[in-house]
């Protein structure tokens, strides 16, 4: 049951408030269900998933070798970055070849994958059909503070002291949000790896916020008090040393992430730099900066 929560929301990009974010997502997952793929269409995105299984299959390999060494080797670290690139350049290749032939079906297709530049080239084509046109624009109003490039919207969350914590106390740093939950394995593999990089860069002028999601993760809790309970003895199993706060009732990442696991990296002039990153390409992007 684990395992399928935590799929289930990394699959679900789409958010606003809880309730127009299942509408959301239902109303795109029954267009993608009535808009059927060509046979050539099919034939590319087969060919996608399979050069993309290879990819991410070679990136986990090498990750868990460059991760269970004690000592690090800067040439499988740039082989593993290089294999990063050349995921994030399949991607868009891919995308971009469902906006030039303006296939609907095969954008739909990609969902996962769908940034706010890519909805708002969809939408500019002209192509998307009038009664469907409304909903593609909530879903580009949905995941538009996310937009690389765009001004990061600082919030107010509390600590497990119930201390409130203010990002734009942060004015000057780099900083990377992640939301996670205390169930869901990735999220906290991703946040281990990110430990000998913070503890690098933190007195340079690095900060980590990890935002928790317990109490969104459908089928696990039945209370608030529950997922506090759960949030706070994972801090105490773990001992992440960032900032921890939790995000009482979806107040914050319902309309910046919208899936547990996803993240923003923001500069330390407040602009978002990079989202959903993986923890080597973090520290690539921090070291270049903070040197």
Not at 29 to 51: C, H, M, P, T
Not at 122 to 149: C, D, I, M, P
Not at 176 to 199: F, G, N, R, T
Request: aromatic share 12%; net charge positive; glycine share 4%.
């Amino acid at each position: 049951m684990i395992k399928f929560g935590c799929v289930l929301l990394l699959s679900l990009i789409i958010y606003n408030s809880n309730a127009q974010s299942k509408d959301l997502f239902l109303k795109l997952w029954d267009y993608k269900d009535q808009l059927k793929l060509s046979e050539d269409a099919r034939g590319k995105i087969d060919v996608f998933n399979q050069e993309l299984k290879e990819i991410n299959t070679t990136i986990e390999l090498n990750e868990k070798t460059y991760y269970s060494n004690t000592v690090a080797e800067p040439e499988l670290k740039k082989q593993i970055i290089d294999l990063y690139q050349q995921k994030h350049r399949l991607i868009r290749s891919i995308k971009q070849e469902a906006v030039d032939t303006n296939d609907e079906a095969m954008f739909l297709e990609l969902i996962q994958f769908i940034r706010p530049a890519d909805i708002r080239l969809f939408l500019e084509s002209g192509h998307v059909k009038k009664r469907r046109s409304k909903t593609y624009q909530t879903w580009l109003n949905s995941v538009a503070t996310t937009e690389v490039g765009t001004k990061f919207q600082h919030f107010v969350l509390k600590d497990k002291q119930g201390k409130e914590v203010n990002t734009r106390n942060l004015k000057g740093k780099i900083f990377w949000i992640d939301s996670w939950a205390s169930k869901c394995a990735p999220c906290i593999k991703k946040l281990k790896q990110m430990q000998p990089v913070y503890e690098q860069y933190h007195n340079k002028g690095f900060e980590i916020v990890a935002i928790s999601w317990d109490y969104q993760l459908s089928g696990y809790m039945n209370s608030l008090d529950e997922a506090t309970k759960d949030w706070k003895k994972a801090l105490e199993r773990y001992d992440f040393p960032w900032i921890n706060v939790f995000d009482e009732g979806d107040k914050v990442m319902q309309g910046m992430y919208g899936a547990v696991g996803k993240n923003i990296l923001v500069d330390e002039k407040g602009y978002i730099i990079g989202f959903d990153l993986k923890p080597i390409e973090i520290e690539s992007i921090i070291a270049s900066k903070l040197r």
